[in-house]
């Protein structure tokens, strides 16, 4: 781990006298967007006062210097790992394309959950990701943030379904074992459909994108993709 700058770090604030407890699977501008409520601060305020070298919140969900890093696991009394964990981004992985620069969908049943929880106003990591087509925590489809009736899209693709939610877990996986090593977006969805081809049950010296009856699953998930407004 990088340690931040000593002489910078004797300038820093005091930590924070109340610190929220982050909601499940939180992510971090949310986390942070929660506190300036809590102390009556606008967001700008906020983000100027625990990090003031950045230029937005939800892009502190994306890249952290390492001072920044330390500065708000000081602040806000967390140890770095636990500030890096709410984010998204693992280092240099392609599926940043695949994360919204906003909120992309919600869960209502989890909206609720988490009102329940006393965390009405948190945004799940999860939320942003936009090759989901299902809750990442309980499993049912989800609604668009922008658009009511994309709540309707399992019935439009009743018969993708199974097969794109097949898709979905395999990103979500290559998300989870996330390499460090750079490439384009579609070498890197090329790469996680060969393993997933190498992995399924088809028959011997035929590939998925051959095998007659099969649908891909990133196809499926593509068909859902091209489809979002
Ligand atoms: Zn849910």
Redesign the pocket.
């Known amino acids: 781990m990088i340690e931040p700058d000593l002489a910078a770090a004797r300038e820093w604030p005091r930590p924070l006298p109340v610190v929220l407890a982050p909601a499940r699977d939180e992510a971090l501008s949310s986390w942070l967007a929660r506190h300036a409520t809590f102390y009556g601060l606008g967001i700008t305020s906020m983000r100027r006062h625990c990090v003031p070298d950045s230029v937005s919140l939800p892009g502190l969900d994306r890249k952290l210097t390492p001072d920044q890093e330390a500065r708000l696991a000081h602040l806000f009394r967390r140890d770095r790992v636990a500030i890096r964990d709410m984010m998204h981004m693992h280092s240099g992985w392609a599926v940043d394309r695949l994360v919204a620069r906003a909120v992309d969908h919600r ?5 609720r ?1 988490l009102a329940s929880e006393g965390h009405a106003d948190a945004l799940p990591r999860s939320w942003f990701h936009t090759w989901r087509i ?7 489809p ?1 609604a668009s943030a922008s658009k009511a009736s994309w709540a309707v899209l399992p019935d439009l693709f009743h018969h993708l379904w199974s097969t794109a939610l097949k898709g979905e877990r395999l990103l979500s996986g290559a998300v989870d074992r996330a390499s460090p090593a750079a490439s384009d977006l579609p070498t890197t969805l090329l790469r996680v459909l060969m393993i997933s081809s190498a992995s399924d049950a088809i028959p011997e010296g035929r590939s998925m994108l051959s095998c007659p009856g099969s649908t891909p699953p990133l196809t499926a998930m593509g068909s859902l993709f091209r489809s979002r407004p």
């Not at 299902?134 to 049912?140: D, K």
């Open positions: 869960c209502e049943q989890c909206a959950l299902s809750c990442e925590r309980c499993g049912l989800i």
